[in-house]
């Protein structure tokens, strides 16, 4: 099993990155998906999520309006176009997949993670 994140970088604030994570090594199309970052010095935090079936999005308050997490089953991609970002936005961020439905916000139920891609928001 593998989620391999990518798209971070180095931004000024107003600007715009999208981050990518491609799946392997089990059924993506079966598993939600979710983005969490972590910031230095802070716990990890929930950011965005997908579900598996219909495509239902949900959004920390912090992000709502200007992040937008999608998917493309047919690629085991899942994606967060971010917007707009500003510099409490630095962070790492990571992907993660879990195939029980419920609640989206809590790292605990997150079954598989990536290692990470850095994003730093300069003001």
């Known amino acids: 099993v593998q989620l391999q994140a990518s798209g971070g970088g180095l931004v000024q604030a107003g600007g715009s990155l999208r981050l990518t994570c491609v799946a392997s090594?089990?059924?993506?199309?079966?598993?939600?998906m979710g983005w969490f970052r972590q910031a230095p010095g802070k716990e990890r935090e929930f950011v965005a999520a997908?579900?598996?079936?219909?495509?239902?999005?949900y959004y920390a308050d912090s992000v709502k309006g200007r992040f937008t997490i999608s998917r493309d089953n047919a690629k085991n991609t899942v994606y967060l176009q971010m917007n707009s970002l500003k510099p409490e936005d630095t962070a790492v961020y990571y992907c993660?997949?879990?195939?029980?439905?419920?609640?989206?916000?809590?790292?605990?139920?997150?079954?598989?993670w990536g290692q990470g891609t850095e994003v730093t928001v300069s003001s």
């Open positions: 090594g089990f059924t993506f199309s079966r598993y939600n």
């Open positions: 997908i579900s598996r079936s219909d495509g239902s999005s």
């Open positions: 993660a997949a879990r195939i029980r439905s419920g609640s989206y916000f809590s790292s605990f139920e997150y079954d598989y």
